[in-house]
């Protein structure tokens, strides 16, 4: 299986259709432990990008996932916007060739989650996006990658204490309610599933 510009262009357009539609749900699980605004922020952003995105009509993958980066970073607000804009920016940086093999993919979106980790100076378990890219990450080396998988990581992120961001100031009392970057990033995978790549 390998990956062109066109499967990039709709993985992006597919999660950002999934995030606009989720915008109140997110914004809601912000609400119980950040600043109430994951939902609006990251669909206004979105939306733009699929505004650029049809507009600019990237022509490489590296492209599209450059346009991605900057876009986000440039008009979503909240920590969410440097987050996703690193990870989109670490992987148009590792992307090099006209298409992805399932490999190059794999380790394109390890520099991403890299990316992410380095900008939010977090690793897995601080009920972050990260306790959702690293499982996921780790379940596509191993070729299962499922929505059950990423439905899990999801979940796993309700136990956890927050110690980043936000959230970290409630303690024990951000246990019991799902990551909302946690949440979006599942969106993002769940659109990755869904696109078929180039046999």
Do not use: C
């Amino acid at each position: 299986m390998t990956y062109d510009t066109k499967w990039a262009i709709r993985w992006l357009a597919d999660f950002s259709d999934r995030v606009i539609k989720n915008k109140q749900l997110l914004s809601d699980l912000d609400q119980a432990i950040g600043d109430g605004d994951h939902g609006i922020n990251m669909a206004r952003g979105l939306t733009e990008l699929q505004k650029v995105l049809t507009e600019k009509e990237p022509t490489s993958v590296k492209e599209t996932f450059k346009t991605a980066g900057m876009t986000i970073l440039s008009k979503v607000g909240g920590a969410s916007g440097p987050l996703y804009g690193s990870a989109f920016l670490a992987i148009s940086k590792a992307t090099d060739t006209e298409t992805l093999s399932e490999t190059e993919l794999i380790e394109a979106l390890e520099a991403g989650l890299a990316g992410i980790e380095h900008r939010g100076k977090s690793h897995a378990g601080e009920k972050t996006m990260i306790d959702v890219w690293e499982p996921v990450i780790h379940a596509l080396r191993q070729d299962e990658l499922t929505g059950d998988v990423i439905e899990a990581a999801l979940q796993k992120t309700k136990d956890l204490k927050a110690t980043k961001g936000r959230a970290a100031y409630l303690g024990e009392r951000s246990i019991g309610h799902l990551d909302p970057g946690a949440y979006s990033s599942a969106l993002l995978f769940q659109a990755l599933l869904a696109q078929e790549g180039i046999s």
